[in-house]
């Protein structure tokens, strides 16, 4: 069975530029994370859905970071425009509800030059 | 507010040796709690868990036991090998499902 895939791996841009991530979940897994990974730090959470809803996007920076999940299956990320400070690893993550087992994908590594 | 700590890193240990790395976590309630593990290259992926007091997670001779009095959940292995060099982390699931915190990750090096 294929795992969380993410797209694309690396991305390199000049800030104040558009970026966009995207995630293919588990097939038949309902609830899809982002996180945010800081160098050396743990992932923190920025956007959680339940099928297509949004559920818990409380930390997610609403001035520059939107994210949707057309369909409750594929989620796209976005970040217009891009600051330094946002390079970060960015994972999506995928679970059949909230109390099971989340499955990450490898990540994008977005470095903002 | 939720948190969790784990023991700085890196740790670095020698083949065959005993591990510990130390998790406490600030909670409301009885969470669910977790050790997730990223090798180098690849993407977290769970390692264990524990849903409530005193039970033990297990796996790939890994350990630990969720400790509700002290509010920890230690990780153990009692020989490490060189393929068990990676990022640990500690996390929880708060007990109303809704908020899942990770630690900051405990880097283990292993050397032959």
């Known amino acids: 069975e294929a795992g969380v895939v993410q797209s694309p791996r690396y991305k390199i841009i000049e800030k104040k530029q558009p970026v966009a991530f995207w995630c293919n979940p588990i097939s038949g897994h309902n609830t899809l994370y982002w996180y945010l990974q800081n160098l050396g730090q743990g992932p923190e959470l920025l956007i959680r859905?339940?099928?297509?809803?949004?559920?818990?996007d409380s930390q997610l920076p609403k001035d520059r970071f939107s994210a949707e999940r057309l369909k409750g299956v594929d989620s796209t990320l976005k970040i217009q425009p891009a600051e330094l400070g946002d390079s970060a690893v960015y994972l999506c993550a995928s679970s059949l509800g909230i109390e099971d087992t989340q499955y990450f994908g490898p990540g994008t590594r977005l470095t903002v030059l | 507010g939720n948190s969790v700590t784990q023991m700085e890193g890196p740790v670095t240990l020698s083949e065959e040796a005993f591990l510990t790395i130390n998790c406490t976590y600030t909670?409301?309630?009885?969470?669910?709690l977790f050790w997730y593990v990223q090798y180098p290259g690849e993407g977290l992926q769970l390692l264990l868990k524990?849903?409530?007091?005193?039970d033990k997670g297990s796996n790939k001779g890994f350990e630990a036991t969720y400790r509700k009095e002290t509010t920890s959940f230690h990780l153990e292995k009692g020989s490490v090998q060189v393929s068990d060099s990676a990022v640990y982390f500690c996390a929880f699931l708060d007990n109303y499902g809704q908020n899942f915190v990770f630690g900051p990750g405990t880097r283990l090096s292993v050397l032959p």
């Open positions: 909670a409301t309630g009885y969470p669910s």
């Open positions: 859905y339940e099928n297509e809803e949004a559920v818990d």
């Open positions: 524990a849903t409530k007091a005193d």
